[in-house]
């Protein structure tokens, strides 16, 4: 037998789907014409992003002086924004890599859309990474290529080069892993091609796929080995960035506790992302059979459980500052919950460790428009708890003379409202136009677990026998 | 595979069917050429008597390459070619090398696996492959019996054989 099931364990794919349901289910809406809600959304997702794009254009232009940032406040909504977009992009590889290895099969219908979402994510915080460099067109001097300086190398001590490095990684690594993972899908899509367009264009990225025994044994061994190798790339992304401050003298920023925290603060914001996106694809391509009410709790699970070890870091550095009986360590802290900024900080509070909590009682973790709001509500809140780091701690310099607030400019909001035009503008291109779910793993869990499922065969073999 | 090989292809619409079949129309003295599927199937590969796949040993020494490279940049750059004091640390920090170094493991095991793999399985963009059978991408399980590669067994047998297995199907190609 290819799975043994518990009998106990929800089906993973309901309404009875036999194989090609499941394929017809899928490709229909990359073979059909695109729908009016696709349209509209795709429509005013790249006027969006043309908007921003305009602002990212001037901040390009001009420098990042039209950015509302001043001697105190270096850093803001650039490296927020940054931090927030990498951390979301976590759940992607979260879901496809450390689910696999812990062989948990619901994955299999959400992974395809939550990779896509890793990488735009990833091209979202890479557009801020870019752009806080002040002069963009430089931005290859981060990288060890000899030069005309002697050569003068990056420096290969500091956390902002390895960051570099992990982010570079990150983003082409699971480009790979995303696209290994489309090839038999799109082959799929290709021998059930009507068009040449069609048949051509899946045909050249299918790369000739057949689906040979030989190739799928390799092809598994492939992607467990991808998947043993981007889960500690996953985490020492987020460590890593986390040690852009952990590894600082800002009171507020140099503390251990920081890479796990960071790497907490990932999945959760991430599994929130994947929720809102997943309870708007569900609805709009009516893949109410394969993205269950399961699947939407056991998301909801990841989250009150990440959302509360992340209530756990905010309680434990609060703790630790007080504890360590260092001044500027206890005011750093102080000031975030009752300072200038303490709005910020609530709202960080309310957000991420009260509102996950909601999750204990299984009639709010399986109501959907609870869980859509809720899910907006933690990225809401994780915005503002990387506000409440950066901001809050470099506010209030060592000289009160020094001390600073931050106000942004129509080009720090503008800039972030780029991101988002990026994000779904390709969001909503992926959805139109390769596979949303994974055809392959799903059909691959489907025996034993589908409700339906002609079992008649089974009983026919024996009786033969 | 070109298209001037003669196959006979059994047809079936169960996984577990085909797994069976496989060893039901092996244990008759037939050799098959491999069995097409739309999704993996455990065991299917090593019932049809193909060899375990080396690819692990190939990513780890894609591993390996890849720390040796990146190990060997950063202590040319930061020992050999232009050392500089940065915070009293020694020119051959070793703990504050591992992040990079990690990094270049990870993109070098990525890299090299995807890209054997894709090489050990005749796969490359514009590959325009000899489909037995379109549904194989879709639903159905499909055992390719090369008529040549079995002098011994008469093609009706052959067919004969793959219908009792279960097959739904038998097709000439």
Not at chain 1, 315 to 336: C, D, K, Q
Request: net charge neutral.
């Amino acid at each position: 037998m290819s799975h043994v099931v518990s009998p106990i364990r929800e089906k993973l794919v309901t309404g009875g789907k036999s194989y090609s349901d499941v394929t017809h289910d899928i490709c229909k809406q990359v073979e059909g014409e695109p729908t009016k809600e696709w349209k509209w959304a795709f429509g005013i997702s790249t006027l969006v992003f043309i908007y921003g794009a305009y602002c990212l254009f001037y901040t390009w232009w001009q420098g990042i002086g039209v950015w509302g940032l001043n001697k105190t406040v270096g850093w803001a909504w650039d490296i927020t924004n940054f931090v927030w977009w990498v951390g979301i992009g976590h759940a992607g590889t979260l879901i496809s890599a450390v689910l696999l290895l812990f062989r948990q099969k619901w994955r299999t219908s959400i992974n395809r859309s939550a990779e896509a979402m890793t990488i735009f994510a990833v091209l979202c915080a890479a557009s801020f990474i870019l752009a806080h460099m002040g002069r963009p067109w430089l931005a290859h001097w981060a990288l060890p290529l000899p030069n005309a300086f002697g050569s003068l190398w990056v420096n290969f001590n500091s956390p902002l080069v390895w960051d570099v490095f992990a982010i570079s990684t990150y983003l082409s690594v699971s480009l790979l892993f995303w696209y290994m993972g489309l090839v038999p899908d799109l082959a799929t899509i290709r021998d059930r091609a009507t068009t040449k367009g069609r048949k051509f264009w899946y045909g050249l990225f299918s790369l000739g796929w057949t689906g040979s025994s030989k190739t799928w044994a390799r092809y598994e061994y492939m992607s467990l080995i991808l998947a043993g190798i981007s889960t500690p790339l996953v985490l020492s992304v987020h460590t890593i960035v986390s040690m852009d401050f952990a590894t600082s003298v800002i009171p507020g920023w140099h503390t251990t506790i920081f890479p796990p925290y960071f790497v907490a603060g990932a999945i959760f914001s991430g599994f929130a992302m994947v929720q809102t996106l997943l309870l708007i694809t569900r609805v709009v391509f009516k893949l109410e059979d394969y993205i269950t009410i399961e699947h939407i709790e056991m998301m909801n699970i990841v989250i009150t459980v990440t959302g509360s070890v992340v209530g756990i870091a905010y309680l434990t550095e609060f703790f630790i500052a007080w504890y360590s009986g260092v001044e500027y360590e206890s005011y750093a802290f102080i000031n975030r919950a009752t300072g200038p900024y303490w709005w910020a900080y609530w709202m960080m509070m309310t957000c991420n460790v009260i509102s996950p909590q909601l999750f204990w009682s299984k009639a709010i973790r399986t109501n959907l428009m609870v869980s859509f709001f809720l899910s907006i509500v933690v990225n809401v809140g994780m915005w503002f708890e990387r506000f409440v780091i950066i901001v809050t701690s470099l506010h209030r310099d060592y000289l009160p003379s020094s001390w600073a607030m931050f106000s942004p400019t129509m080009y720090d909001i503008g800039d972030y409202i780029f991101s988002f035009g990026l994000f779904f503008t390709l969001f909503f291109l992926f959805a139109k136009y390769l596979p949303v779910v994974n055809m392959a793993e799903v059909k691959s869990v489907m025996k034993g677990v589908s409700s339906n499922f002609p079992e008649k065969k089974k009983a026919t073999k024996k009786t033969e026998e | 595979m070109s298209s001037t090989t003669n196959y006979i292809l059994g047809v079936y619409d169960d996984e577990d069917e085909v797994l069976h079949a496989v060893s039901e129309v092996k244990s008759k003295g037939i050799k098959i050429e491999d069995v097409f599927t739309p999704f993996p199937i455990h065991g299917l590969d090593r019932a049809v008597g193909h060899e375990r796949t080396r690819l692990p040993i190939a990513a780890f020494l894609f591993g390996v390459l890849g720390l040796t490279c990146a190990l060997s940049l950063i202590s040319y750059t930061m020992v050999f070619d232009w050392p500089m004091i940065i915070g009293g640390k020694d020119f051959f920090a070793l703990p504050n090398w591992i992040p990079v170094s990690f990094e270049g493991t990870v993109l070098f095991t990525a890299f090299g696996l995807v890209i054997t793999f894709c090489i050990s399985n005749n796969l490359y963009p514009g590959n325009q492959p000899d489909i037995l059978d379109l549904r194989i991408t879709d639903d159905k399980f499909v055992m390719a019996i090369n008529v040549d590669k079995n002098k011994k067994v008469s093609a009706d047998d052959i067919k004969k054989a793959l219908k009792d297995s279960g097959a739904i199907e038998v097709n000439v190609k």
